[in-house]
């Protein structure tokens, strides 16, 4: 993936490709991954974390 992939979307494209390389490598829900990053003081929906993976 490309950063410029990421160019249009509301995060850092880091903070994407990290949720996308937790949901990939380990075997957690995407509301899990939801909490997880907001203990990180990331607020970001399951659905959006869906929609990246």
Do not use: A
Request: charged share 25%.
């Amino acid at each position: 993936m490309k950063p410029q992939d990421l160019r249009y979307r509301h995060f850092l494209p880091t903070i994407i490709l990290q949720c996308m390389r937790w949901y990939l490598r380990y075997p957690i829900s995407y509301r899990n991954l939801e909490e997880m990053m907001l203990e990180w003081g990331i607020d970001v929906d399951h659905t959006t974390l869906y929609r990246w993976i």
